[in-house]
Each structure stands twice: as C-alpha cells, then as structure tokens.
C-alpha cells in the first residue's frame, strides 16, 4: 500500500521557467491539500482539492500559482515564471475525505530550487 | 488572529529523559496534529486529537479543550527521535486547512 507520491524530489529551474510539481495520493482517498515550507519557516496551507474541484484556495498566492486534481492522475501544483522567493519545499497531503477530522498522510516533498 | 504557538523552540536531551512539548492556540478547533519533520525532510503523522489523550509506544499526546493546550511527551528519549515536532490544527471555522506552529527542534544526545 504506496503512501502519498510526490515527483520530482528535487527540481532546480532557472528564473522565469515554470515548474510542475505532482502529488499521487494515497489510494482510496480523494482529498489533497498542498503545503509550502519556506527556508527556516513553519509549513503553510496553500490549497485544498477534491477530484476535479478546488475547494479551498485562500492560501495561494494571486499571481502564478495553479493547482489542479483531474479525474485521473495526479494533483499538480504549477508555479509559472518562477522567482528566488518560490525556492521551497512544498508538500502535499491525502486524506479520504469522511468529511470529519482526519489524519493527513503527507508525502516527502519537492525542494524546488530557482536559480 | 488565529494563532498555534509551540515551546519550547529548542530542546536538547540526554538519552533516557522524559520530553514533554508543549503547543497552545488561541480559538476553538476541531481538531489537533502532532507531525514529526525528520533531518532529510519528510513529515509522519503522529497523532490526531480532538479530546483526551492518545498513547503510541513511547510517545503520549494529550489535549484540554478549555485551556486550548496540547503536549507531546516522549518518555525514554533516544538519539533517533531527534527531529522537528510540529503542532497543527484544524480551526472549527476553517474547513480541512491546517495551521501550523513554527515546530520544536529537539536534538536527543547519546
């Protein structure tokens, strides 16, 4: 039983390329949520996705961040035009989606670093 | 302002002693995480509370409601549990998001 997938796990860009991060949950859940750690800071919420639905995206910044969970494949977290500042590690999470507090089962992460 | 605050920061231990960490918030939540960040990164799920007390091994999570404080407590310290702790709550007005607190170095010595 494969826990939560995350690839690559490490992505080095130039400024201004886009980066792609994707997320496979755990199986039988439906409910990712991604997390951004900047350099020697606490995790923080960026958006909460359902199958083929955002669900809550008020952690994201306004400008050139995209987050996406199809009907099939993996959730992606798309960063466009990438700068200095988005040099983090960003993690992403599954649950089943009971509907009540549940565990979230994180994966290892990606470091993206921009150049 | 929702808040999760954690102590302490740093935490260093000899081998054998008992640790508690300690993380408080500051309005009603549904539920509480504890998170364990290894050197290399990844993050495990450690406990999930929302009232009383859990036990796992040598670790015990606990959680009053009222006083909104959790602790951690790790009893029989050993060099491997050296890692980040990290507190997380789901606010009872904020859906599934989870706020974090800043974590809890704790480095155990042989």
């Known amino acids: 039983n494969a826990g939560v997938m995350q690839n690559p796990r490490h992505l080095v860009r130039r400024r201004g390329q886009e980066a792609r991060l994707r997320c496979s949950p755990m199986?039988?859940?439906?409910?990712v949520y991604w997390y951004r750690q900047l350099p020697e800071e606490g995790l923080k919420f960026m958006v909460y996705?359902?199958?083929?639905?955002?669900?809550?995206e008020s952690g994201m910044p306004k400008e050139r961040f995209s987050a996406e969970f199809p009907k099939e494949g993996p959730s992606i977290l798309r960063i466009q035009q990438v700068v200095r500042g988005d040099s983090a590690a960003y993690f992403c999470a599954s649950s089943f989606g009971t509907g009540g507090p549940e565990t979230q089962y994180f994966g290892p992460g990606t470091r993206l670093l921009v150049l | 302002k929702n808040e999760v605050e954690q102590s302490p920061q740093n935490l260093t231990a000899q081998e054998g002693e008992f640790i508690t960490i300690n993380c408080s918030y500051s309005v009603g939540i549904s539920a509480l995480h504890w998170l364990q960040q290894h050197p290399g990164g990844g993050i495990v799920s450690l406990f999930m509370?929302?009232?009383g007390k859990k036990k796992h091994g040598r670790l015990i999570a606990t959680i009053n409601i009222q006083e909104k404080h959790s602790s951690l407590h790790i009893t029989a310290s050993h060099p491997r549990d050296s890692a980040v702790y990290i507190c997380?709550?789901?606010?009872?007005?904020?859906?599934?998001?989870?706020?974090f607190g800043e974590g809890t170095q704790l480095t155990v010595n042989p």
């Open positions: 996705l359902q199958k083929e639905n955002i669900i809550d």
């Open positions: 199986k039988g859940h439906s409910h």
């Open positions: 509370l929302s009232s």
């Open positions: 997380a709550v789901k606010w009872e007005t904020s859906g599934s998001r989870l706020t």
